[in-house]
């Protein structure tokens, strides 16, 4: 008895150990090798360490994603940033949607400054009514030295705003041009798109709860004054605003813009 009972404690020893194991009745041998080297655990401690993010510019910027090295960076209302980047005498002031930044629209910004032309973006004043903001970029490109058009672009309430921000620029922007509107995701007054004097570019997707096909359809219906009119309607999906530039649908809605710009910038 004392026998077997020794024998059992040191198969128990030796397999701790992590050795070759003789079973009580020699019938036999067993290995307990470690784990491979290509194992999971093994892979785990030799995962690569994850990318450190760009750290953020310290010098004069707008929202982290527009520098000097992009344009002139200026204030304005409460000491908010804007910038103006890319040459040429057709401007473009882009107004974002309400939780968005000046940094969602940068896909059309670059698009545009390699088309050559002028943009400026800006941080909006939560305090200030878009139409207003708008209105009031629009105659700071104005005064940019060379410009003599401008186009109003706009997400959502941006959109929305961007219609009789244009038509107000056409009375009080002295010696420029308005060229056109841009709406993205707008939900515009009925009333105020029967007054747009100017072309009208609106784009949307289909089930967009703010800005949708039916919002789309009706403002076009409305702008019977404008001398042209052009939509593009996303079938079958709710994608809203800029959201649109970082879908499979980037390409085709910032290229019918420039399209919209080239067409009517004069």
């Excluded at 930044?101 to 973006?121: E, I, K, N, Q, T």
């Excluded at 959502?156 to 002295?174: D, F, M, N, Q, Y």
Aim: aromatic share 4%; charged share 20%; net charge neutral.
């Amino acid at each position: 008895m004392r026998r077997i009972v020794g024998s059992l404690a040191l198969v128990l020893a030796v397999t701790a150990c992590g050795g070759e194991v003789t079973t009580a009745s020699g019938g036999g041998t067993a290995s307990a090798s470690p784990a491979p080297s290509g194992s999971a655990s093994a892979a785990a401690t030799t995962a690569p360490p994850a990318e450190t993010p760009a750290p953020l510019p310290t010098g004069p910027n707008v929202s982290g994603c527009f520098t000097e090295k992009d344009g002139v960076i200026f204030k304005h209302a409460n000491d908010l940033p804007g910038v103006i980047t890319g040459k040429g005498p057709v401007g473009v002031v882009i107004t974002y949607e309400r939780r968005g930044s000046v940094c969602d629209w940068r896909p059309l910004s670059d698009r545009l400054v390699a088309a050559g032309y002028r943009v400026l973006l800006y941080n909006r004043d939560s305090s200030i009514f878009p139409e207003d903001g708008a209105v009031a970029m629009g105659k700071r490109l104005a005064k940019e030295k060379g410009v003599k058009r401008i186009f109003v672009v706009g997400g959502s309430i941006g959109a929305t705003t961007a219609v009789p921000a244009a038509e107000r620029l056409v009375s009080e922007a002295k010696g420029v041009k308005v060229a056109g509107v841009v709406a993205l995701s707008g939900e515009a007054d009925t009333e105020k798109a029967a007054a747009l004097t100017v072309p009208l570019l609106q784009i949307g997707s289909e089930n967009d709860g703010y800005g949708g096909a039916d919002s789309i359809q009706r403002i076009d219906a409305a702008a019977t004054k404008a001398p042209d009119k052009d939509k593009l309607i996303i079938a079958g999906e709710s994608l809203h605003a800029s959201a649109l530039f970082d879908s499979r649908y980037g390409q085709e809605v910032i290229e019918k813009i420039v399209t919209f710009m080239d067409r009517h910038k004069g």
